[in-house]
């Protein structure tokens, strides 16, 4: 007999318990739920809603359904549906008629809410622990490399020369802000539904700040219809998921490029590789691929579940189970990803000569031969207008800016002196980049310090 049978003169379809059950994925939510249970009856009995002895009694059963779940002694029914009518069901089976109280001033709809919230409360935080442990592998890696030149890009084209830290650090802030959005996430994920009832609130006086003390919530909702049809915390987490994922494809794109033969900026460690089934030769980024991959099922999780929401009328609707899949493969994603992702980048062998050597090519210094100009006297367009001849006429002869002689330099201005070749070497190229957010050794280094003292 269902929790809800009492309108119904037949039982469910065998397909409608299957079709309409979420309990093979919802039952994650076990701990949630059952704390959120044990606060709710805290409470109705601080209230004197129900009695003291019913509410000690339901609480002490409670905490053994959840030790019992957590040692793997329980089987869920999917004829219960989900976690919230499983765990009723069992309390029920266990101390009979007391344990029908539990669900007095509640409903399913802001109790899925509760678990929801509190459950993505808990993976907020885990998350931003792997995040930070990938900003310290990125600042350490940094540390090592704030000399070490490689070539910068537009449109994959080189363009100026930088060091391997100042790439590495532009990642720790992107994922600073990844950071961020998750603790601007957990701000609206902390307010207490619990309490709305199936849309309309209670009629019982039930003491919302209670639970939400013994919960942890910072807030309570104000709204009862508001909090039982709020998904917002679901997509909004997913959008700074995908975002995070963002960023790391965006990283994953680099290192296959950087450990391709064509490149051989770094080497990945063997365990951190994949062979081919045919080919003898072959070492693959398969992680950094896979990483790169699964960002598309993370941003299909958002799309997922912003359509589902489109246009529900309020308040609850069955159709907002379906938020759980989505947002539950997300995490689970990302749990996997990030870890592995800062295990790779940890163990990576850098080939600084290739760096440098790559740098030196495509006229990365261009931009510092026609500062040079405009230091000595030439305004910024004219030397522009100059320095791009130069390259064209090293294109023809097959050199470099650092390889023409003085006499050449004479011919295309004579404000040019011997001083030009310190100007135009890769180093001085990076350390002139003095100012902040630049990439010269001292801002780096700046940078790492500020970014070590935040973690
Ligand atoms: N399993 C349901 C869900 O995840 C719980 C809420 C059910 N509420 C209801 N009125 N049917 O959305």
Redesign the pocket.
């Known amino acids: 007999m269902k929790l809800w049978g009492g309108r119904f003169q037949k039982s469910a379809d065998k397909l409608t318990d299957d079709f309409n059950s ?1 309990i093979h994925f ?1 039952q994650r939510l076990y701990k949630q739920d059952i704390l959120g249970s044990i606060a709710h009856v805290k409470m109705l009995a601080s209230q004197k809603i129900i009695p003291t002895e019913d509410s000690a009694l339901i609480q002490k059963t409670l905490k053994e359904i959840l030790s019992d779940i957590k040692e793997g002694k329980i089987e869920f029914d999917i004829a219960a ?2 976690i ?1 009518m499983n765990i009723e069901q069992i309390l029920i089976d266990r101390i009979g008629d007391t344990g029908k109280k539990l669900h007095t001033g509640r ?3 802001d109790q ?1 809410a509760l678990d929801m919230r509190m459950y993505l409360k808990d993976e907020v935080n885990n998350i931003k622990e792997l995040i930070i442990n990938l900003q310290k592998v990125l600042l350490s890696l940094a540390k090592e490399h704030t000399r070490t030149i490689m070539p910068s890009y537009t449109h994959l084209q080189k363009a100026q020369p930088i060091t391997f830290a100042h790439h590495l650090t532009a990642y720790v802030e992107m994922l600073k802000r990844d950071k961020e959005r998750l603790e601007d996430a957990y701000k609206r994920l902390n307010v207490l539904p619990l309490g709305s009832g ?1 849309l309309a609130a209670t009629t019982y006086q039930l003491d919302r700040d209670f639970v939400a003390r013994e919960l942890g919530f910072e807030k309570i909702s104000l709204n009862s219809l508001d909090a039982v049809s709020d998904r917002d915390f679901c997509i909004e987490l997913l959008s700074c998921l995908s975002i995070l994922m963002m960023h790391l494809s965006r990283f994953s794109e680099e290192i296959i490029l950087w450990c391709s033969y064509e490149f051989q900026f770094i080497e990945l460690d063997d365990a951190f590789s994949t062979g081919s089934s045919i080919m003898p030769q072959k070492k693959n980024p398969d992680i950094a691929e896979l990483v790169r991959g699964k960002t598309g099922r993370i941003y299909g999780s958002l799309m997922a579940l912003l359509t589902t929401m489109k246009s529900l009328p309020l308040a ?1 609707n ?1 159709d ?2 379906e938020d ?1 899949e989505p947002l539950f493969d997300a995490i689970d994603n990302i749990k996997i990803c990030l870890p592995v992702f800062t295990d790779m980048l940890r163990t990576i062998k850098v080939n600084k000569a290739k760096m440098y050597e790559s740098a030196k090519g495509g006229f990365t210094n261009a931009t510092d031969l026609a500062d040079y100009l405009v230091k000595k006297g030439l305004a910024f367009r004219d030397a522009h207008e100059i320095v791009g001849k130069a390259v064209f006429s090293c294109i023809q002869k097959g050199i470099g800016l650092e390889d023409m002689t003085l006499e050449e330099y004479k011919q295309i201005s004579p404000l040019v002196e011997e001083d030009v070749f310190q100007a135009i070497s890769l180093e001085e190229c990076v350390n002139k980049r003095n100012i902040t957010g630049g990439p010269s050794e001292e801002m780096v280094k700046n940078a790492i310090e500020i970014n070590e003292t935040l973690l």
Do not use: I
Request: glycine share 0%; proline share 0%.
């Open positions: 979420s919802d549906e989900d919230h409903s399913r709809n899925v199936a609850y069955k907002m189970q759980k």
